[in-house]
């Protein structure tokens, strides 16, 4: 059974910083691209970054390149987000997710989601 697992999220002021972890097992993680996305109250899921699956290739939405960066260890089964410079509008409930192939910022082509962990950015 895949799982994967989130963690890291919390409370944080604007400008503060956090990382979020993604623990998956069930899966062999290596063989599958990662991708973090975020859904903030009444919105839609929308891709945040994602990363393939050696960890060689990344892809940023425009709204956190430069203050967010991706990275996976393979040795883990993690997947990491360091999100730095936060604003009040990255608060949202930020998913983890694995793809076999596929485009990074296609939501359908992610095959296992996890289940969220919420982070709060206050202004």
């Known amino acids: 059974q895949v799982q994967l697992v989130e963690s890291g999220g919390g409370l944080v002021q604007a400008g503060g910083s956090l990382r979020l972890s993604c623990a998956a097992s069930g899966l062999t993680f290596g063989n599958y691209g990662m991708g973090w996305f975020r859904q903030a109250p009444g919105k839609e899921r929308e891709f945040v970054t994602g990363?393939?699956?050696?960890?060689?290739?990344?892809n940023y939405a425009d709204s956190v390149k430069g203050r967010f960066t991706i990275s996976r260890d393979n040795a883990k089964n993690t997947v990491y987000l360091q999100m730095n410079s936060l604003k009040h509008e990255d608060t949202a409930v930020y998913y983890c997710?694995?793809?076999?192939?596929?485009?990074?910022?296609?939501?359908?082509?992610?095959?296992?989601w996890g289940q969220g962990t919420q982070v709060t950015v206050s202004s």
């Open positions: 990363i393939s699956a050696r960890g060689g290739i990344t």
């Open positions: 997710a694995a793809r076999y192939g596929g485009s990074f910022r296609d939501t359908g082509g992610y095959s296992y």
